[in-house]
């Protein structure tokens, strides 16, 4: 059920005045009719999306940025809430969201590990965009160098956001790479 106070905090969120929001949320709950959209159905609506092949390794990093509370499902509030900060949000919001896509265990920090594998996922999106593109081991260092700024084998949120705005190379292009899942081509 959608209160009226969750219509209108949406429907000053989303920029979608309130009928939108109740249209939206119906459609949500025609193909969810328990109001939670599961891993599936993610992946469902993520082939349709990004019909390319590589996108599915993708998947269930962009379903941890949806995910807020870490429930394991998508309720409405948490889909509406970053289709409109993906597509309309500030910079920085923007950012604090792909870092959960970077922060795989959910920590508050990116690790080497969680670096590799996140790249390592990515790799075939960025090698159909550049085919020239360096190994994925080098791609990993270089981000991990770029955004680790005191050193200290941990990646904060600060320092992703930081490494991202700042222009770092790598960075910026594995960022950009995530966004591209939210945002269509014209």
Do not use: W
């Not at 969750?6 to 249209?23: H, T």
């Not at 193909?31 to 082939?47: L, S």
């Amino acid at each position: 059920v959608l209160r009226e106070e969750d219509i209108a905090a949406l429907s000053k969120s989303s920029g979608l005045d309130e009928a939108q929001v109740k249209e939206s949320f119906d459609l949500f709950i025609a193909e969810h009719p328990n109001g939670k959209m599961k891993p599936k159905d993610f992946r469902e609506m993520m082939a349709k999306a990004v019909p390319r092949k590589d996108a599915s390794k993708m998947e269930k990093h962009v379903f941890r940025i949806y995910d807020a509370n870490n429930d394991g499902v998508i309720d409405f509030t948490e889909f509406m809430l970053i289709f409109f900060i993906m597509s309309e949000g500030a910079p920085e919001d923007v950012l604090t969201k792909i870092f959960r896509v970077f922060d795989v265990n959910s920590d508050g920090t990116i690790s080497m590990k969680e670096m590799n594998k996140l790249v390592k996922d990515m790799y075939g999106l960025l090698k159909t965009e550049d085919p020239n593109i360096a190994d994925k081991n080098l791609i990993s260092k270089t981000a991990f160098a770029e955004m680790d700024k005191d050193g200290n084998g941990k990646i904060t949120e600060a320092e992703f956001i930081g490494a991202c705005l700042g222009q770092k190379d790598i960075s910026k292009m594995l960022a950009l790479k995530i966004v591209d899942f939210f945002v269509e081509d014209d």
